[in-house]
């Protein structure tokens, strides 16, 4: 039973979710026009499409759950398919947390960084550190790949695809002009 | 159809430029090696190389993701066949035959047939894509919105009946995806919905940062978590082609071209994509096939069928594309986005204002198919040497690309904290065994819903029966209804066989 209520929990955030949402739906200001559905009704009607499902899963699992076959699943899933079962055990059976946690972290840090940094000094550094996190421990195919990559990026982004990438804030945006200096981008 | 001919023709002339050349050139090879690469799909791939594409000119842009789409379908046959390591889901079926051929040493025999496959089953697919887009361009100018809403719902339906995983739950993964397409500035309206108080939200979410962030960064998290642990490549002695004869060729034309139809067909149903043609194809041999009992033992029936249609699947998905502005897939809406950052909208008027363009993709992908085939025949030494990569370098670049992609879509840093949070959400649902798919489908085609839903109500006076009583959006909205009934169906069969099995089995 303790297993049943477990496996509900999605279910109920899911509810609390949609509760918040309508809330915040509810909410959305507008002048009526007489006869004319208002521009909350679209977001109601995905808030209620969740409602409804999350309802039926949490009766589902606490009542039927036990029942052979009772969940209705996508066609593709009936695809005789021992290779990609095979792949989804494997994946499950070497979960390594530690590793997603940081490699989440060093995402959440890029984002908070590149902006002081510059694109090229914090994506070095991105690049630098995931290989590391990844479990990569050849130094030089680590640096060589990254400050190649790194080159090979300003050279693309910067000179022949321009896209407007943050340079960084003093002292750091002197090493974007360094290596824009170094490819002669004006 | 002369004036098909002749602007197929000025089409292949366009494509000669060095421009889209070198394109389709790139597109072709970065499209089998993200096939080869297991830890890369081929969605990822094109999502990957679109930020390249931000200040090409339309037509080189999209006959790059073109090329890419259909060599994504291919590279991965490789791998499946010498090293039983499916690149991409899509070639599971290939190798069931084609590996068991590869272990009876006959690996350049599936690697033949694999190629041939892909190059008859592509080339059938573009011939039909050519026939049917301008008719089902000028029918849908009669379009009206319920027709349109009929054709947008038949889509969202279709990726969650005919997804993996339960229905539920792609049901919760759509309606996630409608909410995100809903944040912003209400289109009728005015008002603004669920912005937060952010001015960028006002403009809405971009599409391509929620697929990027799903596909991209949530796909590569997963894959950290594992440690990026992929199989050993084992070493192989030869890594040759032999072409079948004309003789071994003739005696399989007819299923040949049934899973070549079948795959272009399976691809015009949006939501449908390449993995579901090969499937369904392989089953459909495995089923009705003259050597149905020998499938699965290395016969080129079983590596034909699968990779024929996967690769004709390409074809059918890019018309709902251009003719009706409809991704039907991943990768389509990646191409839909592109045409979109540059200011062109697909749909049934593309033919009438940029038809030189329509003719010059045609056109790639007659030359892309003939083009991957050369590649996969000559390099394929090279290609399969890409596993030799650690996956830890590919990924680390995979997620420097995704962060250039988000922050280049509207040269605004919020979009790449937006990236990373739908990289969580796609993490989260992948962990969880929620689809993603319908979540992005939904993100695209909510928009385009509810548009043509309220202008619908709009102009019929919030008579819903509308949908239904228009013939065409009728017959289409009785299609959705199918569709999703097709789970249910399959459920009662499988509850009804389970109890016959279980009283068969010896106590």
Redesign the interface.
């Known amino acids: 039973m303790a297993q049943r209520f477990r496996s509900t929990i ?1 279910y109920f955030l ?1 509810l609390a979710a949609a509760a918040v ?1 309508y809330a ?2 509810d909410g ?4 009526a026009r007489p ?9 109601l ?3 209620a ?2 409602a409804v ?2 309802v ?2 949490i009766v ?1 699992r606490l009542l039927v759950a036990g029942s ?2 009772s ?9 005789d ?1 021992d ?2 079962d095979a792949t989804a055990a ?2 499950k059976a ?4 530690y ?2 946690l940081a ?2 972290a060093l ?2 840090a ?2 908070v960084v ?2 002081k940094l510059g ?1 090229l000094l914090a ?1 070095y550094l ?2 630098i550190l ?2 590391y ?4 421990r050849n130094h030089v ?2 640096w060589a ?2 400050t190649i ?1 790194m080159l090979l ?1 300003a050279f ?2 910067l000179k022949v ?6 340079r960084g804030e003093p002292p750091f945006d002197q090493v974007t002009q360094l290596v824009m200096d170094l490819m002669q981008i004006r | 159809m002369l004036d098909i001919l002749i602007q197929l023709g000025a089409g292949f002339i366009n494509c000669m430029t060095p421009a889209n050349l070198l394109m389709l050139v790139v597109g072709i090879v970065v499209g089998l090696l993200v096939g080869v690469l297991p830890g890369l799909t081929l969605v990822m791939g094109v999502i990957l190389v679109l ?6 000119d339309i037509t080189a842009s999209i006959v790059l993701l073109t090329a890419m789409y259909v060599s994504g379908t291919y590279g991965g046959a490789f791998t499946a066949i010498l090293f ?1 390591i ?1 690149g991409e ?1 899509l070639d ?1 079926p290939i ?1 069931w035959d084609g590996y068991t051929m590869a272990q009876k040493g006959r690996a350049a025999d599936a690697l033949g047939w694999t190629l041939i496959a892909a190059l008859g089953g592509g080339l059938v697919s573009a011939v039909i894509m050519v026939l049917l887009t301008q008719p089902i361009a000028t029918f849908a100018l009669k379009f009206s919105t319920p027709e349109y809403f009929a054709i947008v719902a038949f889509g969202l339906a279709s990726v ?9 739950n ?3 993964s ?3 995806g ?2 995100i397409a ?1 944040v912003g500035t ?1 289109p ?2 005015g ?4 912005t937060l108080g952010l001015p960028i939200l006002a403009d809405g979410i971009e599409f391509l940062v929620v697929m990027v962030g799903a596909y991209g ?1 949530g796909e ?3 894959r ?6 992929s199989k050993p490549v084992e070493k192989i002695d030869q890594t040759s082609t032999r072409l079948p004869s004309l003789r071994e060729l003739f005696a399989l034309r007819w299923m040949f071209l049934r899973s070549s139809i079948l795959g272009n067909v399976i691809g015009l149903v949006p939501g449908a994509g390449a ?2 043609a090969s ?1 369904v194809s392989y ?1 459909v041999e495995a089923q009705y096939g003259k050597r149905r009992k020998e499938m699965g033992t290395g016969i080129p029936e079983g590596i034909v069928a699968p990779q024929s249609a996967s690769t004709a699947s390409v074809g059918g998905a890019l018309v709902p594309l251009l003719a009706l502005g409809i991704p039907g897939s991943g990768a389509t809406a990646v191409m839909l986005g592109a045409f979109m950052l540059q200011g062109v909208q697909p749909g049934p008027q593309i033919l009438l204002t940029s038809s030189t363009m329509v003719y010059t993709i045609f056109a790639s992908v007659f030359l892309g198919i003939a083009l991957m085939c050369v590649l996969g025949f000559y390099f394929i030494r090279m290609l399969v040497k890409v596993l030799d990569f ?4 590919v ?3 995979v ?2 690309m995704c ?2 992609g988000a ?2 879509i509207r ?1 605004n ?1 919020t979009d ?2 937006l990236m ?1 949070g739908f ?2 959400i796609g ?1 989260l649902l992948e962990r ?1 065994r929620f ?1 993603i798919a319908p979540l992005v489908l939904g993100v695209i085609l ?1 928009p385009i819903a ?1 548009e043509s ?2 202008n619908a ?2 102009s019929f ?2 008579d819903w029966t509308v949908f239904f009583t228009r013939p065409i959006s009728g017959t289409v909205m009785a299609a959705v209804i199918v569709t999703l009934l ?3 169906l ?2 009662g069969r ?2 009804r066989s ?1 109890p016959a099995e279980a009283s068969s089995q010896p106590r």
Do not use: K
């Open positions: 999605p899911g949402l915040l739906a959305i200001s507008y002048t006869g004319q559905l208002g521009p909350d009704t679209w977001p009607a995905a808030i499409i969740i499902v999350c039926y899963e589902r052979v076959g969940e209705v699943q996508g066609i593709a899933e009936h695809l398919s290779e990609l494997e994946a070497g979960s390594r947390t590793m997603l490699g989440m995402t959440l890029y984002a590149v902006q694109f994506s991105f690049l995931f290989m996190l990844g479990g990569i195919a680590i790949s990254s990559g990026f693309i982004f695809v321009y896209v407007s990438i943050p | 930020p390249f594409t931000y200040s090409m039983r499916p889901p599971v190798l969650i009946a005919l997804g993996r995983g339960s229905l539920p792609a049901f919760l759509l309606g996630l409608l909410l809903s209400d009728i309206y008002s603004y919905r669920f960064v590569v998290l997963a950290l978590e594992q440690g990026f642990a993995t579901i499937f089953g650690p996956e830890a370098i990924s680390a670049f997620m420097l962060f250039i922050m280049s040269n840093l790449l904290w990373i990289g969580g993490y969880f689809p909510g509810e839903f309220m109500m709009i006076d919030n097709l789970p249910f399959s459920l499988r509850r389970e």
